[in-house]
């Protein structure tokens, strides 16, 4: 067990305040404690975030901050295995997946320490004496609010870009990785260089610190990162206060599978994406198999036999091949969906609980498998986020694109064929952020990604994603006489 203090406003809180466990999901056992946090340390953090854009050269000196994020990111590489383990003791994802999501983030910040240095505007001859001069600025207070599923992933995606553009920011990780992410955010706030206040880590519950954070008139942006009712709630709240808002919600990605597919290469990656990577607690989860109806039958008969005999267990175990569900509520919502899919559609595989294991308190569901669920269904409709997939057939291209659009969401997507044309067809058709061509979950520091749809506002990752934590600003000079 790990009691943890956090840094705001350039200082280690005491540890006077309230805690918040942390339980492990595999075992049920405490093991981290982290600060509650009250509107008195938001304050805090906000008013020294506010001093120290005028009092620093952080926000006008784009060396500097690329020199603060490489040795960020020299410090991470150091501490890869380390902060692994104790994502895994709070997340129940597997210890490889979590030396991944550590380890990636080298090459996130590397990437933005680059781009820092690239922050740059335009200027325009508007007639003999008159010349606009374009130049992009950061927002000033950034608010970072990041969930569980990969919480370092998704608090540097945001925090990253936000510092390279001269921001200060103030991270909010979520209740249930707040241990992990406190300890990821130590290795920042101990870098030499970086100017006291610009970085604060506001533990708590988001509705309350992370409310109080979305009204506070000091905070000039928030990128969220989460469920889509909590995005809803977050727009109204940041509306008062008229704050530019980004949000990267939830998703029911659609996997179109055609006959001519290469079917092994096809059936390891979905089997990837929407079970045993995270559980299938990951927004672009395939969870919606689209395939083409002659191969159907072969499809549903190659899945079960791919999870037959997985081995879910303890992310900590080398022998399991899928983790935990993260949280009891997110378990309990997983199984509720589950009795639903027994009652209104096809069981092909799982749908019971897992062998040997105390259900009380380990969150372990076996992947499961529906087909012939109505396309209204709310199993087809909403976002499950759990080992949970429906399979439905498709005739043609343009039924595939159909379907694969008909919900509210439009985060991510997958086209598996090897007919270049059909693969062009149906990736222009398909309303989503990314569409993946005979790959799935593949995410680069380059690349953008983000929501169509209820599934977001605004783009993260590569060059749109350090724009968005900028805003322009037009300087006319005018020497007319
Ligand atoms: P969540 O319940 O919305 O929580 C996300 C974060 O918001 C947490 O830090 C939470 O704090 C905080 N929060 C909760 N209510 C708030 C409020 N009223 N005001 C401000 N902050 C508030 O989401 P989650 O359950 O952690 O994550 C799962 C969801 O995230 C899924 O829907 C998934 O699809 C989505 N997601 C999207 C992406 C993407 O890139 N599009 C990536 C990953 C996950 P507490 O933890 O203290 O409640």
Redesign the pocket.
């Known amino acids: 067990m790990k009691e943890y203090e956090v840094f705001v406003a350039g200082e280690w809180v005491d540890t006077t305040v309230g805690f918040s466990s942390i339980v492990d999901p595999a075992t049920g056992n405490e093991v981290s404690k982290v600060p509650a946090l009250t509107a008195k340390h938001v304050d805090a953090a906000v008013q020294a975030a506010q001093q120290a854009l005028v009092e620093s050269r952080w926000s006008t000196d784009a060396a500097l901050r690329a020199d603060v994020m490489l040795r960020w990111a020299n410090q991470v590489a150091s501490n890869v295995d380390t902060l692994a383990e104790r994502l895994t003791l709070e997340n129940g994802k597997l210890l490889g997946e979590a030396k991944f999501e550590i380890g990636h983030q080298v090459n996130v910040i590397r990437f933005n320490a680059g781009l820092a240095r690239t922050v740059s505007g335009r200027s325009h001859s508007l007639g003999p004496d008159v010349m606009g001069v374009v130049v992009r600025e950061p927002m000033g207070v950034v608010a970072v609010?990041?969930?569980?599923?990969?919480p370092i992933t998704?608090m540097v995606?945001d925090l990253a870009p936000a510092l390279a553009a001269g921001n200060a920011v103030l991270c909010?990780?979520?209740?249930?990785t707040a241990g992990v992410s406190v300890e990821f955010l130590k290795l920042l706030v101990e870098c030499e260089g970086l100017p006291k206040g610009i970085v604060s880590m506001l533990t708590?519950?988001?509705?309350k610190?992370?409310?109080l954070?979305?009204e506070h008139p000091g905070i000039d942006m928030i990128a969220?990162?989460?469920?889509?009712?909590?995005?809803k709630?977050?727009s109204r709240?940041a509306a008062d206060t008229v704050k530019k808002i980004a949000l990267?919600?939830?998703?029911k990605s659609p996997f179109v599978l055609c006959a001519d597919a290469d079917m092994e290469k096809a059936i390891a990656t979905l089997v990837r994406a929407i079970f045993t990577t995270t559980s299938g607690?990951?927004?672009?989860a395939p969870s919606r198999l689209l395939v083409e109806a002659s191969a159907m039958q072969d499809v549903c008969q190659r899945l079960s036999q791919a999870i037959a005999g997985l081995k879910i267990g303890s992310g900590l175990d080398p022998e399991s091949q899928m983790g935990a569900i993260t949280?009891r509520d997110?378990y309990e919502k997983v199984l509720s969906f589950i009795d639903r899919g027994k009652k209104e559609a096809t069981l092909v595989a799982g749908g019971e609980p897992v062998e040997g294991v105390d259900h009380d308190v380990c969150n372990f569901i076996a992947p499961t498998i529906f087909t012939d669920v109505d396309p209204k269904s709310p199993l087809m409709q909403e976002?499950i986020?759990g080992p949970v997939l429906t399979v439905q057939p498709f005739e043609t291209d343009e039924e595939a694109i159909k379907l694969a659009n008909d919900t509210p969401f439009g985060?991510a997507s997958a086209v598996f064929t090897q007919n270049l044309d059909r693969a062009w067809r149906l990736s222009r058709g398909i309303k989503a952020g990314t569409v993946w061509v005979n790959t799935y979950n593949r995410f680069y520091a380059e690349t953008e990604?983000?929501?169509y749809k209820e599934?977001?506002i605004g783009r993260?990752a590569g060059f749109e994603g350090l724009n968005e934590f900028t805003q322009t600003k037009h300087i006319n000079f005018d020497s007319t006489v």
């Open positions: 609010i990041s969930p569980w599923n990969w998704l995606r909010k990780p979520a209740s249930q708590g519950s988001g509705r610190v992370g409310q954070m979305v969220f990162t989460g469920d889509g009712s909590t995005g709630q977050i709240d990267e919600l939830g998703g607690q990951i927004c672009t949280t997110q976002e986020f985060l990604v983000g929501g599934s977001g993260m």
